[in-house]
């Protein structure tokens, strides 16, 4: 079975690091592109970006681009989303997902989330 | 791209069908998904290149459109159909979702 498996729930205080991770298993990993979805308590999905876990080749949207870092560690077939200095507007459900085929494809294989609390 | 969809929500009965609009701020051809969200759980995709319709989706799901106008029909609601859908285009970078469109009973 092709699935994404997350890792688990995190709380963090602001100006804390997290790196949370998406481990992918029944495909083969590294022929296939790997995004990230932010979204918010109550709101709708935000495409974060997307990674190449074969090369590491990425792609973030505008509005995230500085703000996390979207790695891969092809040897543990796992992809990671990370912050360097946590907000309290990062808190989130953060989704990985796979596409179809290529990195503009829709997303028909995903993760069961990582809840991300940022609270002082 | 912008992507916009309505109505936001839409009151609706079992056996009831139900039409969902998404509309681009500029045109994508047929680049264009769908997918359904359930309280507490991940998307699913349901669409995909504005009319395809995702291996093991029910058949009562379809869509069409193209450049910069697209609906999502959904033409007898079952319990589980009570959701959010978001449509998605996939025609550049960064793939922008809508809002979403809450079915509620």
């Known amino acids: 079975e092709m699935q994404l498996v997350q890792s688990g729930a995190e709380v963090k205080k602001p100006g804390e690091s997290l790196k949370i991770s998406c481990k992918g298993s029944?495909?083969?990993?590294?022929?296939?592109?790997i995004g990230w979805v932010r979204q918010m308590p109550g709101k709708g999905l935000e495409w974060m970006g997307i990674?190449?876990?074969?090369?590491?080749?990425?792609t973030y949207s505008p509005s995230f681009q500085g703000q996390v870092r979207i790695s891969a560690d092809k040897s543990m077939s796992t992809t990671y989303l990370q912050w360097s200095s946590l907000k309290a507007s990062d808190t989130a459900i953060y989704y990985c997902?796979?596409?179809?085929?290529?990195?503009?494809?829709?997303?028909?294989?995903w993760g069961q989330g990582t809840l991300v609390t940022v609270s002082s | 791209i912008q992507m916009t969809q309505s109505p936001s929500s839409v009151s609706a009965s079992i056996g009831d069908r139900v039409t969902i609009t998404c509309r681009a701020s500029q045109g994508i051809g047929s680049w264009l998904a769908w997918y359904r969200q359930n309280p507490g759980k991940a998307p699913t995709l349901l669409i995909y290149?504005?009319?395809s319709l995702q291996s093991g989706v029910p058949s009562r799901f379809s869509g069409s459109g193209s450049g910069t106008d697209f609906t999502l029909t959904i033409s007898s609601l079952q319990p589980e159909d009570f959701a959010t859908y978001y449509c998605?285009?996939?025609?550049?970078?960064?793939?922008?979702f809508g809002g979403g469109t809450t079915v509620e009973i």
């Open positions: 997902a796979r596409p179809r085929s290529g990195s503009e494809d829709p997303f028909d294989i």
């Open positions: 029944g495909y083969s990993f590294t022929s296939y592109w």
């Open positions: 998605q285009q996939t025609n550049s970078f960064p793939l922008t």
């Open positions: 990674i190449y876990p074969g090369d590491s080749d990425t």
């Open positions: 290149a504005a009319s």
